[in-house]
């Protein structure tokens, strides 16, 4: 796989590039689109984090930023970007990795994803090492979350991906401190400090960063800037996020949807697109609306409906499906329609997506088998399919489609 490739130094005001990309998305014009607006992207985000964290005067020129690509692995973990401190010649170094993937699977926006990791970054430099090692981790990314705006969509997505529970909310609120951090305490983490921000403003939020740079320690740096003791600041922040959370899931929303899912477990698909076109109708603001347009789309694929079910796939993944967590599963399926009607170049098109922008997918693999058979079988391109499987053989050799790879390219070769 392709290693680092781009290495840019951010300084204060200016932006100096040094640029090495040679990725798998190098030769795209959508790369070179991003890259062109890179530097001014950075310093965007640069100020962003300035205003948010109220440190107008933060020096961004230690930060170094390294884009990889990620491998087809197709272990369901979507990779979220990191910031680390490195020494070089003594000096601490911000160093900020990326992943393109999650740009260009339409899941994220690059902007929002630097916003986020200069955050962590500024963190860093404010509050140095050792404090920052020992800041809880709802502080920071509750901040980064904060600062990068990404909260609201934070809550919806993990309000889909939970869809299945009988209380996201209980799922999803479990106390700031308690146990392990993981991905699934964002929300709460953001809503703790939108808590600091409804009582005490901008500016509330501020303070607590100023004075955790200034060596305060964490529960007393929240409890001076919100102006409450540091229990009733944890007590307070807990029942905001449940009382939003709440709001946002709405209970009667979350039996309606259900009836719809048992619609989906039990194949009655008339019925799951006759409930969830009126659910549509009434609730698209929400994350049930975002999700509907999905099982809708399936259910007329279901129905052997190809042609409305295609347009309602893409309806999905240009709109609400960045939030759901099934972009990778909408393709797939649009690429078995696709397959039905015969247009074998858009399905082989659709299926490399998958391959290239959602390594993590469980359809990464099948997909990237699938256009080696839509190479071989349909298209009549016998090179390119064995490149497609030996690609396949190279990234996931142990896997159940590799094994059905190296059969074909038997098979080719005994021909
Ligand atoms: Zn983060």
Redesign the pocket.
Known sequence: MTRLLLCLVLSASLLSAEETYSGKYAETAEWAALREGLPATLERSGAIVRERLGAADLDLAMVVLEIRDLPLSGNGIVP?A?TWTRRRDGKAEQVIRIHLEPVFAGIERLDTILT??LT?AALRILLGENAHEALPHWV??GL??WAAGQGPNRVRMWLCLLSEKSDPVAELVNGLEAGKHVLRDYPEDWLAIAYLEDRAGVEGVRKAVKLLAGGMSCHDAFAVAAGQAWGEFEAGARAHAESALTAAWDPALHESWAGAMANVRARRWDAVEKSLAELLEKHADTWAGDLAGYYVARARARLEREEQALGDFDAFIAGPGRVTGLLDDALWHSGACLEKLGRFEDALAGYDRIARDFPWSGHAAAALLRTGSLAEEELDRAEDARERYERLLKALPKSKEADEARGRLAEMDGE
Do not use: I, T
């Open positions: 979220s990191n986020h990791e962590h920071r990314e980064a979350v």
